[in-house]
């Protein structure tokens, strides 16, 4: 069953969790299928739910680490090519592009648990932001790709929904 946003609560919890919510949704969309599948572009502009979980693991690192002055790992974006982070390589594994992703939340979630929702950093474009638009981007970011994964799984399988049915 999906994770719910508690209905009262304090501020950085909700958020946390609303996120939480839609990452537990993107990983599900890749449950019970082979790596062919996860790969396959299913969109005329080369949508494949692996690079959509290969991109928000880039920007989960992005907004949440590198705004907040945190180490990362090597992340794929390149100003000559602004699709790269949603591309998978054939050398890059379906687990290795999983990981990344887990290692991405486990770094963001450190970064979260860290830091207060009014606490600054400076965004990729040179902005101060807080911890708390970080926290709302990546949640609109993550369900909108969510969305996205629904529709490229139905396209795949048929599976749809937000989450698990049980």
């Known amino acids: 069953m999906a994770q ?11 958020l946390r969790k609303s ?24 969109t005329p502009s080369g949508t494949s739910l692996l690079g959509l979980v290969k991109h928000l693991a880039a920007v989960e690192y992005g907004w949440f680490c590198e705004t907040f002055g945190r180490d990362t790992e090597p992340l794929p974006f390149d100003e000559d090519d602004p699709e790269a982070d949603l591309r998978v390589a ?7 592009v999983i990981a990344f992703y887990g290692r991405a939340r486990a770094a963001a979630d450190q970064v979260i648990d860290q830091l207060g929702v009014d606490d600054l950093g400076t965004a990729w474009f040179g902005d101060q932001v807080s911890l708390r638009w ?24 048929g599976a749809t929904g937000d989450h698990q049915r049980g």
């Open 134 to 157: 970080v926290l709302i981007h990546m949640i609109e970011e993550t369900a909108r790709h969510a969305g996205h994964m629904d529709i490229v799984r139905e396209l795949i399988d």
């Open 19 to 42: 996120l939480d919510r839609h990452r537990d949704a993107v990983l599900w969309k890749l449950e019970g299928l082979n790596d062919e599948q996860l790969r396959s572009p299913m």
């Open 4 to 14: 719910r946003v508690p209905f009262t609560g304090e501020e950085k919890i909700s």
């Open 90 to 96: 054939p050398s890059e594994t379906t687990p290795d």
